[in-house]
């Protein structure tokens, strides 16, 4: 995953630039109904940390982390928000969040690191926490023509991850999934999932 990461460092400036605008108010809208007024949320690839950002403009308390140090850099510099330098499947809180956030970011890693990243859910949300995913559908396995490494989903392997997670049955469920197209225009649709810490019915 290390070209993915020099991806990032290499063209953070470019990169932010063209993401620190995408509006996704839905998605904050759906997502932010499962998370308890002023909650702690955590961005975890939060790029240009334009979704911490808003989130802390609506009154949450939220903060980042991203593998990428540049992008960090450019974060904490604009926004004003904490991120820390971590890779997500890496990554245990001190103490267990409302939320995690995780837009776009899952598809960069390895099976092996998205099991671990569910897997740390146990010690990074709070019973009753939600957590929001989006991944691309639609895509090749493997490493696009700027070097990152780009993994496609389905259904079945979101499905199949969270289980694994919830084999004690104090892990996540899912309580939705939906789909949005793409804002490039590109035949690739996004695959977003909401689930929950214990099974929380809403």
């Given at each position: 995953?290390?070209?993915?990461?020099?991806?990032?460092?290499?063209?953070?400036?470019?990169?932010?630039?063209?993401?620190?605008?995408?509006?996704?108010?839905?998605?904050?809208?759906?997502?932010?109904?499962?998370?308890?007024?002023?909650?702690?949320?955590?961005?975890?690839?939060?790029?240009?940390?334009?979704?911490?950002?808003?989130?802390?403009?609506?009154?949450?308390?939220?903060?980042?982390?991203?593998?990428?140090?540049?992008?960090?850099?450019?974060?904490?510099?604009?926004?004003?928000?904490?991120?820390s330098v971590?890779?997500?499947?890496?990554?245990?809180?001190?103490?267990?969040?409302?939320?995690?956030?995780?837009?776009a970011v899952?598809?960069?890693?390895?099976?092996?690191?998205?099991?671990?990243?569910f897997a740390?859910?146990?010690?990074?949300?709070?019973?009753?926490?939600?957590?929001?995913?989006?991944?691309?559908?639609?895509?090749?396995?493997?490493?696009?023509?700027?070097?990152?490494?780009?993994?496609?989903?389905?259904?079945?392997?979101?499905?199949?991850?969270?289980?694994?997670?919830?084999?004690?049955?104090?892990?996540?469920?899912?309580?939705?999934?939906?789909?949005?197209?793409?804002?490039?225009?590109?035949?690739?649709?996004?695959?977003?999932?909401?689930?929950?810490?214990?099974?929380?019915?809403?």
């Amino acid at each position: 995953m290390n070209s993915t990461i020099d991806y990032y460092n290499n063209n953070a400036e470019e990169y932010y630039e063209q993401t620190v605008n995408v509006c996704f108010q839905e998605l904050y809208y759906r997502f932010l109904k499962y998370i308890p007024e002023g909650g702690r949320i955590m961005d975890a690839g939060c790029g240009s940390g334009r979704d911490a950002a808003a989130f802390c403009r609506l009154g949450y308390r939220a903060e980042g982390i991203d593998a990428s140090e540049k992008l960090a850099d450019l974060a904490r510099k604009n926004h004003g928000i904490s991120v820390s330098v971590c890779s997500i499947e890496d990554w245990t809180a001190a103490e267990p969040f409302d939320g995690i956030w995780c837009c776009a970011v899952l598809l960069h890693l390895t099976d092996r690191q998205i099991t671990r990243f569910f897997a740390n859910l146990r010690y990074n949300l709070r019973p009753g926490g939600a957590l929001f995913i989006s991944v691309k559908t639609g895509i090749e396995t493997g490493y696009d023509d700027k070097g990152r490494y780009m993994r496609n989903f389905t259904e079945a392997d979101i499905r199949t991850f969270i289980e694994k997670a919830n084999i004690s049955g104090n892990g996540p469920e899912i309580k939705k999934i939906w789909y949005t197209e793409d804002s490039t225009g590109r035949d690739v649709r996004w695959m977003n999932i909401i689930a929950r810490m214990d099974g929380v019915n809403v």
